[in-house]
């Protein structure tokens, strides 16, 4: 399964994105095939050295990473962890409405408030349901963040 990240809205504070899933493989462009999932609220986008350093409240680097479940010691449950990220680890998608929830993670939810995410909890509770069972299905999980 690949889950596709566009970022589309850079500002100065937070950037604004959609999450597209991909739940079969198909050639073509990250987005072909795929459905429109949610939106992200990250932190905004730094130089290249900021996106590889863990704690400088910027967005992650783009890439294709792995997804993972794996255990939260912050939110004390099991979470989709994106793993490779060079220079960081435990870089999750996790819930949350503004950009100070996040400390470089992916928050999901639906973008209707300028700078904010709503509904998150359930947002992530339906994309965690996605990669469950996409993982138990034996399929490998990737994020490619554009």
């Known amino acids: 399964m690949l889950i596709t990240l566009v970022r589309k809205y850079p500002k100065e504070n937070y950037t604004i994105g959609s999450l597209f899933i991909r739940k079969s493989p198909h050639k073509g462009g990250d987005t072909e095939g795929a459905v429109w999932f949610c939106n992200t609220l990250e932190p905004p986008l730094g130089t290249a050295t900021e996106a590889i350093t863990a704690g400088s409240g910027k967005a992650i680097p783009k890439g294709t990473y792995n997804v993972r479940m794996a255990w939260s010691q912050r939110f004390q449950e099991y979470m989709p962890r994106l ?50 069972q996409a993982q138990n299905n034996g399929e490998a999980v990737t994020i490619n963040i554009n």
């Open 83 to 132: 793993v490779g990220v060079p220079g960081r680890d435990a870089i999750l998608i996790h819930a949350g409405n503004n950009v100070k929830n996040t400390t470089g993670c992916i928050l999901v939810g639906k973008n209707t408030q300028v700078g904010r995410v709503i509904d998150s909890r359930r947002t992530l509770a339906n994309l965690i349901s996605i990669i469950r």
